[in-house]
């Protein structure tokens, strides 16, 4: 039987069976808005929809709301988390960085501070003659001389004070206010009008960290300020500042302007910087903050502007009044106000520039390191003497310039007992804009003629030779080395004078008789004397058998000197022209001690002298009437009347070829004297030897320094000499022998 689908059977409506069946069919839905008429029981109060909606509505919203916040937040706070902690970083960066420079500012400049005083620059070189006398002051780097602050007038410190740091007895070093209203006056006006710098800040920038105008700069100077106000008082930092601060016109210090500006220099009244008064301190104290701009010199307007500033200043802080600040600017007005100071620096140029190569050369320096070492020279000079010695050989040479050719002068003289240079006279045109500073004495080379053969006859009588020898003074050749022609010597007379003893020859300058020396001695030895003597290896020329007749170039000061060892009885003792060095604190950094050393036979030296100190032996050269003879009155001598005593002297002159050259060197008991006359530009001279140019200037000369000196013997004999006969073929000769 095949099953088919079954159809649920038909019942009656209303029957049991089809309500059974319809128990579990879906209601119908009842048609929207379709009343049933039944009785209904709300389940929820009236409203509740609308409740509903309006609080979902209203969650939503804040939920939205909640969420934007959210968002915002987490985007506003990541940044502001990361800006505090970058500050915070950079805080501790600064912080750590600032103590960083703080330490290393300090470690690079703590022993500078400890040493401040040391470390400032120092006071000029000066040079002061044996009486006190100041004759050079090095100036090439400024000028500057420090005082203690007794000696500086109150009106400046006043007048700094008041201008630049008006808090400087109270505060520690730094101004916070004064930097703050400089720092806004430079932000005003957009460039740098004020500094803030106190007067500790600027003693630190101009001593120790330097002037560059840096943020870092002026951090170091705060730091470093309350360390100097701890480690000095304020007494001595403005005593450190008044005596370095620069004021224009190359013075450093209140001692130098006031000289600069105002002439004012050290007097009975005091120093000049204690000469001070009120209106010449408020126009000083105006020029530091711009030294060139407000140069009173230069922009009279500015300076006297900044005064009136400086002048209010003081006022308002009460350190004048008000009639003293009109009185001030009416002083500023006068037209005598500035009296420009200016140091003399020729007084001696010629020894002073010697003098400071003397010094280089004692302290192992430098010459530019002196010009601000602030050492005090006292020196050997007697400038009161030199100055008449100057005036001695203008006197000669302008009575003989225009007849002779005669231009020029040079004259040293030595205490050869002590080595002390008294007068060093380079030439006698000292002022001159061509050649006066041009020192022939001591740094031209001149041919020193005849005056050279003494160290020849020094070496000879050392080797026994007696001044009582004969030579024969006769034609004469001699062969020389190196390719030089045949040497034929020849006398000044061009004359011959036979058989003649060695003092003759030397007395009367042949020449002849000279080079037959030099043959016996040898030119080694002979120029080994010259050089131990005093001529060092200060010479021009090739030393051969001409040098006796003065071939080799040599300085007037040094054979001046090697003569003074002839007179010294053969010990020399090293010419001089410092006496003491002091530095900056009058401490003795240097003291000449003399000290002789014997480099020629007593005995020798003894004959030198007593040769050379022979009248009667030279009168057939030179006459009785010669300036070798040291009367007080040498022309009454010649014409018969009372020349007055004669004071023993030994000299020798010398004349090189062409006339270029004449020279005069000699002694008495007390001194030595050499002097050279000539050109400077080597010109021959016109007929003129060297007892007709130089001996009258060393004649004069020498007795102007022996004045008030009793009359002494030259030497006595020494041991190991004797005077005896000697009978030679056709000469018979009485004079001093080596036993």
């Known amino acids: 039987m095949t099953m088919t689908n079954k159809i649920p059977a038909k019942l009656p409506p209303q029957s049991r069976a089809a309500a059974a069946q319809r128990l579990y069919d879906q209601p119908t839905r009842p048609t929207p808005g379709t009343f049933y008429p039944v009785a209904h029981k709300l389940s929820r109060p009236p409203g509740w929809r609308t409740r509903r909606y309006l609080k979902r509505k209203n969650l939503r919203q804040s939920l939205l709301r909640y969420a ?34 703080v330490q290393a500012t300090q470690q690079r400049y703590g022993q500078d ?40 007038s109150p009106h400046l ?11 400087f007895w109270k505060n520690p070093g730094y101004d916070i206010t004064g930097i703050l209203r400089a720092a806004i006056d430079d932000l ?65 210090g209140a001692e130098a302007a006031a000289f600069a500006y105002f002439g004012l220099k050290d007097s009975s009244q005091g120093s000049g910087a204690s000469q001070l008064d009120i209106a010449q301190s408020a126009m000083l104290a105006g020029i530091p903050s711009s030294p060139i701009a407000r140069d009173p010199l230069l922009h009279p307007q500015a300076a006297f502007t900044r005064m009136q500033e400086v002048l209010q200043q003081m006022f308002v802080q009460g350190y004048i009044t008000a009639q003293q600040k009109t009185d001030a600017l009416q002083e500023a007005h006068s037209a005598t106000f500035f009296k420009r100071g200016k140091i003399n620096n020729r007084l001696a140029p010629h020894f002073a520039h010697y003098t400071l190569i003397e010094v280089a050369n004692d302290l192992h320096v430098r010459i530019s390191d002196l010009s601000r070492s602030g050492v005090i020279v006292q020196t050997t000079l007697d400038l009161p003497f030199q100055n008449k010695v100057l005036a001695i050989a203008q006197k000669h040479i302008a009575e003989m310039a225009q007849k002779h050719h005669m231009s020029n002068a040079a004259v040293s003289v030595i205490d050869y007992h002590t080595g002390a240079i008294r007068a060093l ?59 030089l022609p045949a040497y034929s010597p020849h006398n000044y007379d061009m004359a011959y004078h036979g058989l003649i003893t060695y003092r003759y020859a030397l007395q009367n300058s042949f ?140 000299a020798k002159t010398g004349t090189s070829t062409d006339f270029k050259d004449n020279w005069t060197v000699g002694y008495t008991s007390d001194y030595v004297v050499g002097v050279w006359a000539g050109n400077n530009n080597n010109t021959p001279m016109v007929d003129v030897t060297g007892v007709d140019g130089a001996a009258p200037i060393w004649h004069d000369t020498l007795l102007l320094v022996e ?31 080596l036993k």
């Open 707 to 737: 004045q008030g000196h009793p009359f002494h013997s030259l030497q006595s004999a020494p041991k190991g000499v004797i005077k005896k006969t000697v009978h030679y073929p056709y000469l018979t000769s009485t004079d001093w022998y």
């Open 113 to 152: 501070v400890l040493t401040l005083e040391d470390i400032l620059p120092k006071d000029n070189l000066k040079e002061y003659d044996m009486h006190g006398q100041q004759i050079y002051q090095m100036m090439d780097q400024g000028l500057q001389t420090s005082e203690p602050l007794s000696q500086i």
């Open 511 to 650: 020449n002849i008789p000279a080079v037959k020396l030099l043959l016996r001695t040898g030119v080694e030895p002979a120029l080994h004397t010259a050089q131990v003597m005093g001529i060092g290896n200060n010479y021009e020329g090739i030393p051969n058998y001409t040098m006796v007749l003065g071939t080799l170039s040599v300085h007037l000061l040094d054979e001046t000197a090697a003569y003074g060892t002839f007179a010294n009885s053969g010990i020399k003792v090293e010419k001089h022209a410092v006496d003491t060095i002091t530095d900056a604190q009058h401490h003795v950094i240097y003291r000449y001690v003399p000290k002789g050393v014997r480099v020629l036979s007593a005995q020798a030296a003894f004959m030198i002298t007593d040769v050379l100190s022979d009248n009667a032996a030279r009168t057939f050269e030179f006459g009785k009437c010669s300036s070798l003879f040291l009367y007080s009155n040498t022309m009454q001598q010649c014409y018969g009347g009372n020349p007055g005593p004669i004071r023993d002297a030994a």
């Open 68 to 101: 934007a916040t959210e968002r915002t937040g987490t985007r506003a706070m990541l940044p502001m988390a990361f800006t505090v902690f970058s500050i915070f970083l950079a805080t501790m960066i600064v912080f750590v960085g600032l103590v960083g420079f």
């Open 188 to 252: 005003t006006t957009k460039h740098v009008v004020s500094g803030g710098s106190t007067i500790t800040q600027q003693l630190i920038k101009n001593a120790i960290v330097g002037n560059q105008s840096t943020i870092l700069r002026k951090l170091q100077e705060i730091i470093l300020a309350p360390e100097i106000t701890h480690y000095y008082t304020k007494e001595q930092i403005l005593t450190m500042y008044l005596n370095t601060t620069y004021y224009g016109e190359q013075a450093y």
């Open 157 to 167: 410190a006043n007048a700094e004070i008041a201008i630049e740091d008006q808090y």
């Open 425 to 483: 006279v380079g030439n006698i045109n000292p002022d001159s804009p061509t050649d006066g500073d041009f020192d022939v004495a001591s740094q031209g080379f001149r041919q020193p003629g005849s005056s050279f053969k003494p160290f020849i006859y020094a070496t000879a009588f050392q080797q026994h030779i007696s001044p009582g020898e004969p030579v024969m003074d006769g034609p004469l050749t001699v062969q020389l080395c190196c390719g």
